[in-house]
């Protein structure tokens, strides 16, 4: 995926990184005690397999949170099936109607297999959007919101406000409409941060 207001572009363009995941693991040896839990985010974390790595990951002590954009629901399975995750973030990134426009990708009904999935699996989960006003507006949000309630989601809903940044891929300023929370549905705990 390519979102205009991804912070990551770094990681996202990235040809390789700068650590093996050799290195991670004995930098959080030397964490063991200090930190409770490991965040998995990217990018999109689930590019790479991730059972092994989890795997030490867990064997060392800690909690381990995937932050994901749906786009693998056979690893989010495997990972789930074999409770290597204590807790998933599920970005949802548009209705179907713009999900190519925001992501650049035509991966809705990938993403929907992920969330179909966690909302059968046993394990907590939440689901969030990052909201730019210029590029999704309160009929775009309720769109969100009635597909989550029709399919069983009863969680909060997580909204995100879109913070600029100088690196975002989109080299997106900060919106110029104005979100009116008012005009969102009710149905579900919807949580603005």
């Known amino acids: 995926m ?16 700068s650590q ?10 030397t964490r063991i005690g200090l930190l ?17 790595f989890c795997k030490e990951v867990k064997k060392l002590g800690f909690k381990i949170k995937l932050d994901t954009n749906g786009t693998n629901p056979s690893q989010v399975k495997q990972l789930v099936e074999k409770q290597l995750l204590n807790y998933i973030a599920l970005d949802y990134k548009a209705p179907q109607n713009k999900f190519q426009t925001i992501t650049k990708s035509n991966k809705y009904n990938t993403f929907s297999k992920t969330l179909e999935y966690l909302l059968d699996a046993e394990i907590d989960f939440e689901v969030r959007t990052t909201l730019h006003a210029d590029l999704l507006d309160e009929e775009d949000i309720n769109e969100i919101i009635l597909d989550l309630r029709v399919r069983g989601y009863q969680n909060s809903y997580y909204i995100q406000k879109f913070m600029p940044t100088e690196t975002n891929i989109g080299n997106l300023p900060t919106p110029t409409k104005q979100f009116d929370k008012n005009l969102l549905d009710g149905g579900l705990d919807i949580v603005f941060r």
């Open 36 to 52: 409770d839990a490991v965040v998995l985010s990217g990018g999109e974390a689930t590019t790479h397999n991730l059972v092994e």
């Open 20 to 29: 093996t995941l050799g290195d991670v693991l004995e930098f959080l040896k």
């Open 2 to 17: 390519r979102c205009a207001y991804c912070y990551n572009a770094d990681i996202v363009y990235a040809k390789n990184g």
